[in-house]
């Protein structure tokens, strides 16, 4: 088990929590977010009592929060979906791509995160389903994973979309189609098709009054300001780049483990706090190193405002399936990929037994008594949970 971190989000805001909720109004997503962190793993939430079956050894575990935003509680909930997405898995390469939005479209979906999110992820969706179809390219439907991302290493807003796709797909007439070895589609032509379908579905939300502006945005309310905001980003490139393929199902678990459930910041990457001082660990893409690690510093007022851009619209899925693995048709789809591909490429069939062993691997040492080593912790008794005034959740609202 990986050692716990010396320093947690959850204690930066316990610490410097209520003086900034007290400095600053905040959604009340944001108040219940805050304290969920804060309260996260502590009698607040009670928990229970844990016996080892050998040494009698006991052990007091509290209770997780359960919240996405939490950097403490994804390890289950990632878990968990990663066992779902095995039976998904075909024999084959994935590949990886990433659809980003110039700054002036991003400055409009930190005010309008929902529908911007929305159309984010239909016009990436789109793009990716009409290129692939399109017989000038792979003339096949593919499926993917497309994974929302909100944030920069510097903590920063910068939304952009995960998309783990298949290195082939069904053709109109149910053949299985594979793509070159080290290429899916073009991305100049993802590219122009991407800026052009969501650019679209922009314009339409601003038509149908589904759009709000206020502070720095407020002069772009009306129809020529906004015309004139959006105008440049008709001309610049936007940025759509492919990562090098995985080699096969084992490498898209990894990678899916990596990136399904991150949080804006883990705990591993805080180095200090003091002082009001917040100093984190970060990489700079841009540079001419992007793999190596710097230091940030940040007041505590601005690394927990950063923090907050990250949250999400209530009950938003940040994580969906498209083409071959869209949840209606995914059973069939993928039953008739596998019929087709098992004979020619059964070479890349996964190990059954090296994929079972991906994800309760992380969860057993948990059960295992630390101290004798033997045993395993036994639940004997329940903790019940604090209760807090309502108002203390709301009191910004």
């Given at each position: 088990?990986n050692?716990?971190?010396a320093?947690?989000?959850?204690?930066?805001f316990?610490?410097?929590?209520?003086?900034?909720?007290?400095?600053?109004?905040l959604?009340?997503?944001?108040?219940?977010?805050?304290?969920?962190?804060?309260?996260?793993?502590t009698?607040?939430?009670?928990?229970?009592?844990e016996?080892?079956?050998?040494?009698?050894?006991?052990?007091?575990?509290?209770?997780?929060?359960?919240?996405?935003?939490?950097?403490?509680?994804q390890t289950?909930?990632?878990e968990?979906?990663?066992?779902?997405?095995?039976?998904d898995?075909?024999?084959?390469a994935?590949?990886?791509?990433?659809?980003t939005?110039?700054?002036?479209?991003?400055?409009?979906?930190?005010?309008n995160?929902?529908?911007?999110?929305?159309?984010?992820?239909?016009?990436?969706?789109?793009?990716?389903?009409?290129?692939?179809?399109?017989?000038?390219?792979?003339?096949?439907?593919?499926?993917?994973?497309?994974?929302l991302?909100?944030w920069?290493?510097?903590?920063?807003f910068?939304p952009?979309i995960?998309?783990?796709v298949?290195?082939?797909?069904?053709?109109p007439?149910?053949?299985w189609?594979s793509?070159?070895?080290?290429?899916?589609?073009?991305?100049?032509?993802?590219?122009?098709?991407?800026?052009?379908?969501?650019?679209a579905?922009?314009?339409?939300?601003?038509?149908?009054?589904?759009?709000?502006?206020?502070?720095?945005?407020?002069s772009?309310?009306?129809?020529q300001s906004?015309?004139?905001h959006?105008?440049p980003?008709?001309?610049?490139?936007?940025?759509?780049?492919a990562?090098?393929?995985?080699?096969?199902p084992?490498?898209?678990i990894?990678?899916?483990?990596?990136?399904?459930?991150?949080?804006?910041i883990?705990?591993?990457?805080?180095?200090?706090?003091?002082?009001?001082?917040?100093?984190?660990?970060?990489?700079?893409?841009?540079?001419?190193?992007?793999?190596?690690?710097?230091s940030?510093?940040?007041?505590?007022?601005?690394?927990?405002?950063?923090?907050?851009?990250?949250?999400?619209?209530?009950?938003?899925?940040?994580i969906?399936h498209y083409?071959?693995?869209?949840?209606?048709?995914?059973?069939?789809?993928?039953?008739?990929?596998?019929?087709?591909?098992?004979?020619?490429r059964?070479e890349?069939?996964?190990?059954?037994?090296?994929?079972?062993?991906?994800?309760?691997?992380?969860?057993?040492?948990?059960?295992?008594?630390?101290?004798?080593?033997s045993?395993?912790?036994?639940?004997?008794?329940?903790?019940?949970?604090?209760?807090?005034?309502?108002a203390?959740?709301?009191?910004?609202?």
């Amino acid at each position: 088990m990986n050692p716990r971190p010396a320093l947690e989000l959850a204690g930066i805001f316990r610490h410097s929590g209520p003086s900034y909720r007290a400095r600053h109004r905040l959604p009340v997503e944001h108040l219940r977010v805050m304290r969920a962190i804060e309260t996260c793993r502590t009698a607040t939430l009670g928990g229970h009592v844990e016996r080892c079956s050998q040494c009698a050894f006991e052990r007091i575990a509290y209770n997780s929060c359960r919240n996405r935003h939490c950097p403490k509680c994804q390890t289950l909930a990632k878990e968990q979906w990663l066992e779902a997405r095995k039976r998904d898995l075909l024999p084959i390469a994935y590949f990886h791509l990433v659809f980003t939005i110039p700054p002036a479209i991003a400055a409009i979906a930190l005010q309008n995160k929902k529908a911007l999110f929305q159309i984010l992820f239909r016009a990436s969706a789109g793009t990716l389903l009409t290129i692939a179809a399109d017989p000038r390219h792979l003339g096949a439907e593919v499926g993917f994973f497309s994974i929302l991302h909100t944030w920069g290493q510097n903590l920063l807003f910068h939304p952009h979309i995960h998309a783990v796709v298949t290195g082939g797909g069904l053709s109109p007439e149910g053949r299985w189609i594979s793509s070159r070895a080290n290429f899916l589609v073009s991305v100049r032509v993802l590219s122009r098709l991407f800026r052009r379908l969501f650019l679209a579905a922009l314009e339409k939300a601003y038509r149908d009054d589904e759009l709000h502006f206020h502070g720095s945005l407020e002069s772009i309310r009306d129809p020529q300001s906004f015309a004139a905001h959006v105008e440049p980003t008709r001309h610049c490139e936007w940025v759509v780049y492919a990562k090098p393929p995985f080699g096969g199902p084992e490498q898209v678990i990894e990678y899916l483990g990596r990136y399904t459930h991150r949080v804006a910041i883990s705990n591993q990457r805080l180095e200090a706090f003091s002082d009001g001082q917040v100093t984190f660990q970060y990489k700079d893409y841009r540079s001419s190193e992007p793999q190596r690690s710097r230091s940030m510093t940040l007041s505590e007022d601005e690394f927990i405002r950063r923090f907050l851009l990250h949250i999400l619209p209530p009950g938003f899925q940040r994580i969906r399936h498209y083409g071959l693995l869209s949840n209606r048709f995914r059973a069939r789809n993928l039953a008739r990929c596998r019929e087709l591909l098992l004979g020619a490429r059964s070479e890349l069939l996964p190990d059954p037994d090296q994929l079972e062993t991906i994800g309760p691997a992380l969860v057993e040492p948990a059960a295992r008594c630390p101290r004798c080593q033997s045993g395993v912790m036994v639940r004997v008794s329940e903790l019940a949970p604090l209760r807090w005034p309502a108002a203390a959740v709301l009191d910004n609202s």
